[in-house]
């Protein structure tokens, strides 16, 4: 059995906004806590993006200093809160394509993960031509390989309008193109939306994750983007991550609310009495 945790959302600040630099932090602190408790330890960390919250190169080295303790291997993918040429310079060792976007693939155990790159701007995703080519390549080298893909944006909408995309956007239009029929794929696995949901894309199952930083409220209610309502649309719920269970051919994948819980029961009678 192999275990994978994904954190994501983290929008790590410094101290030139005091309040989010404090709370993000602190907040991530919490989940790494809770991931670093987990039984077995998880093979590895995938941090699907938005790690920082403005892109600089300071925030990314506030980032390093709070994971620089880590004792689990680190995958990073980027979000929308990203800047891609400030993330590599922070982190050379994370492998780019031949056009520099930070997508790569790699094994845990018999499984393959490939993060992407759907970083295109300041809020919506984004998958070009030579993103899509370069996966299409990818998947290409292993397709009896198990495979779980890995990226920030969700290609399903939540319900949740004013975070969605449409479904015709035409990075999801490419992106289904190329993974529609591909039987390796085991799972996707995406963050930016800070809730968890799942759905079905081009066939495959998509596991959205809780965000480490605030989470989005769940509200489906009509809203009308140009008159504030003053609904709740953040809040402070605790931070949380997914563990990824892999176990013989069969993904599974929890969503972990983090934190100090109180036990309710202990095992303390034999399931089994010979
Ligand atoms: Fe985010």
């Not at 929308?80 to 155990?109: C, I, S, W």
């Not at 009896?144 to 956007?169: K, R």
């Not at 140009?226 to 929890?254: C, I, Q, S, Y």
Request: glycine share 8%; net charge negative; charged share 25%.
């Amino acid at each position: 059995m192999l275990t994978i945790a994904q954190i994501t959302d983290l929008h790590i600040t410094n101290g030139s906004r005091p309040k989010e630099h404090v709370r993000n932090a602190a907040r991530l602190r919490i989940a790494l806590k809770s991931v670093y408790a987990m039984k077995p330890k998880p093979a590895a960390i995938l941090v699907t993006g938005d790690l920082i919250d403005t892109g600089t190169l300071e925030e990314y080295e506030e980032l390093k200093q709070i994971l620089s303790d880590c004792e689990i291997p680190l995958y990073y993918g980027l979000g929308n809160h990203d800047d891609r040429e400030n993330f590599r310079k922070a982190f050379p060792g994370t492998p780019v394509d031949d056009n520099g976007f930070v997508q790569y693939a790699f094994m845990l155990g018999d499984l393959r993960v490939i993060m992407c790159d759907t970083l295109e701007g300041k809020e919506h995703g984004g998958f070009c031509e030579k993103r899509a080519a370069w996966l299409t390549k990818t998947l290409a080298e292993a397709p009896d390989t198990p495979t779980l893909l890995a990226l920030h944006h969700p290609p399903i909408a939540s319900g949740i309008v004013w975070m969605d995309e449409p479904a015709d956007a035409p990075w999801k239009v490419r992106l289904g193109d190329v993974i529609r029929g591909r039987q390796q794929i085991k799972g996707i696995i995406c963050g930016h939306m800070h809730r968890a949901f799942s759905g079905v894309f081009a066939g495959h199952l998509v596991q959205v994750s809780t965000a480490t930083t605030i989470q989005l409220a769940l509200d489906l209610s009509p809203i009308d983007l140009r008159v504030p309502d003053h609904r709740e649309l953040l809040t402070e719920r605790a931070p949380g991550f997914m563990l990824l269970v892999w176990d013989k051919g069969e993904l599974v994948m929890h969503a972990c609310p983090a934190g100090d819980f109180p036990a309710a029961v202990h095992y303390q009678v034999p399931f089994i009495k010979d």
